[in-house]
Structure formats: structure tokens, C-alpha cells
């Protein structure tokens, strides 16, 4: 399922796909998704200067890059400017999974209130998605529209509070459902 970091980060790095965003935005991406995919391990050092010269840039965007992803909580910096790609420790899941039910619940009751036809018409084309997984026995891509789903009612809820707190738990949230349910 992983590679070594580095090979991971050479091959994101130079991935010839054009991403929308500032150049910081295009590190961060890249390699947010390769930390939520396990395609750059936990314990994995991240070095400025390496995908500095990588991506053909200076480490300023990099650094910026890689402060994002501290403060979504999947790396983590150590002194001498090493980063290292955090895991979620085992006793962490319940809370996550309790939180995430707590907000998800508080902003559906307020969706409830508020919602609109056109987005109960996005819901239901949801449902019916995850249904057509069901049926496939695909679970990562279930989970995926499962997260979308949620995500919708807490953006619909009109609580930007329930939001930002869904958003700022989701991305742990899809690191453990991309490493644990992978088809």
C-alpha cells in the first residue's frame, strides 16, 4: 500500500497534471493526498529543501505548505526543521468518531430547518450513489460520498461554526478511511 516517502514525493512532485491554486496550494494538495492515501507513511520525514527543488521552487511555499498541514494535524514539526507524517493513535478514533457524530447530528437538525429542494434533490443523487456502491462492494468510494454527504449538511446547516469544526475533523477522518477500507 506505501511506498517509500521519498519515491511518493518525487512522483507527486513532478505529476505533469495541472492543479488550480497558488503554487503553495499545489504542494499542500499533493501532499495532503498523499498523506491521507498512505502513499507517504507515517514516521515519513518531510525535507523543505527536497521538494523545494522538486516542485523547482524555494522553500517558502513548501514551508507554507507544510505549516497547513500541521494545523490539519498530519504533520508535525520537530526540531531542526524535520516534519515528520503524524498517525492518529489508536485511543484518538473513538473521540474522532464520537465528535464527528455530535456535530454531524447538531448540523443535520439545523439543515432539517433550512434545506432547500434543489439540495434535497443533491442528497437523494447521493443516496443514490452510495446505494450503487453498496452494490459493487465498494466501500472506499461509499465512504467517500458518505463524508460529501455529511459534509453538505453541515455547510447547509447555516452554522459556519459546525463547518469549519466538520472540516476541521474531516481530514483525519479520511485519512483513517482511505488507510483502513481500501478495496
Not at 56 to 68: H, I
Not at 72 to 96: K, M
Request: aromatic share 6%; with cysteine.
Amino acid at each position: 500500500m506505501t511506498t517509500s516517502s521519498g519515491n511518493a514525493v518525487n512522483r507527486l512532485l513532478r505529476d505533469d497534471q495541472a492543479l488550480a491554486g497558488s503554487l503553495v496550494d499545489q504542494i499542500w494538495k499533493r501532499l495532503r493526498t498523499a498523506i491521507i492515501h498512505g502513499e507517504i507513511f507515517v514516521g515519513a520525514r518531510l525535507v523543505e529543501l527536497q521538494i523545494a527543488e522538486e516542485m523547482g521552487t524555494s522553500q517558502g511555499p513548501v514551508r507554507e505548505a507544510l505549516q497547513r498541514l500541521e494545523q490539519e494535524g498530519l504533520v508535525e514539526r520537530r526540531a531542526r526543521s524535520a516534519t515528520i507524517v503524524t498517525e492518529t493513535p489508536n485511543e484518538s478514533i473513538h473521540d474522532l468518531i464520537t465528535i464527528r457524530s455530535l456535530v454531524e447530528r447538531l448540523a443535520a437538525q439545523r439543515a432539517a430547518l433550512r434545506i432547500t429542494d434543489d439540495q434535497l434533490d443533491q442528497l437523494r443523487n447521493l443516496i443514490e450513489q452510495m446505494r450503487v456502491c453498496v452494490r459493487q462492494y465498494n466501500r472506499l468510494a461509499l465512504e467517500h460520498l458518505n463524508m460529501e454527504f455529511h459534509l453538505c449538511l453541515c455547510r447547509w446547516s447555516g452554522n459556519p461554526f459546525f463547518f469549519r469544526l466538520w472540516l476541521s475533523i474531516s481530514v483525519q477522518m479520511q485519512r483513517l478511511i482511505a488507510q483502513r477500507f481500501v478495496d
